[in-house]
Nanobody, 118 residues
């Protein structure tokens, strides 16, 4: 089974930037879909960005459009989430997820915490 390891979380002030990385244990093109999710305490999990790997199509939640950018590096088997103009409401645990055969995500990383202070 695919394994995912996130890194790059941390604490920043509002307006700052962070880049999250997700190391994928297999060739990304062998995975149907990949995504970044987040979950804040007391809130439902939210998909912030999703990638159809073969087509290279990326979708974003309205809450992050224009601020977050998801990208892939097939040579390194890495997925990234560049987060700019961060807001306190972006504070959450961020997870990398993979759908091995469809966009029903069945593999999850351990998560990385992002904290944005006002």
């Amino acid at each position: 089974q695919v394994q995912l390891v996130e890194s790059g979380g941390g604490s920043v002030q509002a307006g700052g930037s962070l880049r999250l990385s997700c190391t994928v244990s297999t060739y990304i093109i062998n995975v149907a879909c990949m995504a970044w999710f987040r979950q804040a305490p007391g809130k439902e999990r939210e998909e912030v960005a999703g990638l159809y790997t073969l087509a290279g199509i990326i979708t974003y939640a309205d809450s992050v459009k224009g601020r977050f950018t998801m990208s892939q590096d097939n040579a390194k088997n890495m997925i990234y989430l560049q987060m700019n103009t961060l807001r306190p409401e972006d504070t959450a645990m961020y997870y990398c997820a993979a759908g091995e055969h469809s966009c029903e995500y069945n593999v999850w990383g351990q998560g990385t915490q992002v904290t944005v202070s006002a």
